[in-house]
């Protein structure tokens, strides 16, 4: 449902629904995935709402570069000393089911990947 007021990442900004937090400032929150694909998976969100990476226009500029520059940051953090992968599912035909913008950050040994990663 594309809605801010239902929008289950919202809560987890609001602390209404709990989650793992790696990471969190004013702007960004990054937290693991509660179905994991891979030894490391987590989410990086903007804690402002914007539906996907569709919807962002030049008022979500900072805040992309902010997120982009962050996920390699966090990955090394995370263990991820062999590289990641940077998912960013937009739309029906992109495989988005939280219509929050999201960046999944995967990593760790591929042989312990799940199938499909997302
Ligand atoms: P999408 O398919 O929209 O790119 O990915 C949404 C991701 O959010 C999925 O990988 C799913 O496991 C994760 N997810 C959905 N609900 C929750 C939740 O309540 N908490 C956490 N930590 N992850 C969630
Ligand atoms: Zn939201």
Not at 40 to 64: Q, R, W, Y
Request: proline share 8%; net charge negative; glycine share 10%.
């Amino acid at each position: 449902m594309k809605s801010q007021d239902n929008c289950i990442f919202c809560k987890i900004v609001a602390g209404q629904i709990p989650s793992n937090k790696l990471f969190e400032d004013d702007e960004l929150l990054a937290f693991h995935d509660i179905h994991p694909k891979a030894p490391v998976h987590f989410l990086l969100i903007p804690k402002t709402h914007v539906d996907s990476l569709a919807d962002c226009g030049p008022g979500e500029g900072d805040v992309l570069a902010r997120i982009m520059l962050k996920v390699p940051e966090l990955a090394r953090q995370a263990g991820c000393d062999n590289g990641f992968r940077t998912v960013i599912n937009t739309g029906p035909d992109g495989g988005q089911e939280v219509y929050h913008l999201h960046v999944h950050v995967l990593g760790g040994p591929r042989e312990q990947w799940k199938a499909p990663a997302p």
